[in-house]
């Protein structure tokens, strides 16, 4: 599948696994897929039109590639994990409560599902527009049509993917032109 994927979208897909590795994470999610395109060059300003940058929403996807907890099942206990967390890392450091890192075989990590479906879509999107390989745009519009409130969550803003979208249509099309 990746052979139609541009140099660029290609290069997205390898830093979405680095992130996924940093951040110690399992697979690759589409948390790590979303990093990955908010620091593309040619990507990253749509991002910061939304006011999310890089670092920023790396954070947001560090907390959310932690373990799984139900924090309002632990907010009913009177447990703030956010507050626990905060002061774990102030007495301890940043990143305290990571897993440690996970070795793979091969060196790679696997997709979680969603982000297969989001790497799915973005070859639905190319071939719906017309286009012959698979750019970064086309990867954006594959996360925004899989995951587009896991999107608005991870920017914190409400219907970002609607804006992303218009964007990444934009740009396709003049890149077409």
Not at 5 to 23: G, K, M, N, P, W
Not at 95 to 113: N, S
Request: aromatic share 4%; glycine share 6%; hydrophobic share 45%.
């Amino acid at each position: 599948m990746f052979e139609r994927f541009s140099r660029q979208a290609r290069s997205a897909v390898v830093l979405a696994q680095e992130e996924a590795r940093d951040l110690r994470s399992e697979r690759i999610e589409v948390g790590h897929l979303l990093l990955a395109l908010a620091s593309a060059n040619r990507v990253s300003a749509a991002f910061a039109d939304l006011g999310c940058d890089a670092a920023g929403l790396r954070r947001r996807v560090a907390r959310d590639s932690g373990p799984e907890l139900d924090t309002e099942a632990l907010a009913s206990l009177g447990i703030d994990i956010d507050r626990v967390r905060a002061s774990v890392e102030l007495h301890f450091g940043e990143g305290a409560l990571d897993r440690p890192a996970r070795r793979w075989r091969g060196g790679h990590i696997p997709f979680h599902r969603s982000a297969k479906k989001s790497l799915e879509c973005a070859l639905r999107e190319a071939v719906w527009l017309g286009s012959k390989d698979i750019d970064v745009w086309h990867v954006l519009l594959g996360v925004l049509r899989a995951e587009p409130s896991t999107v608005d969550d991870l920017i914190g803003a409400d219907r970002a993917h609607e804006q992303l979208r218009q964007t990444a249509l934009r740009k396709l099309s003049e890149r077409a032109a």
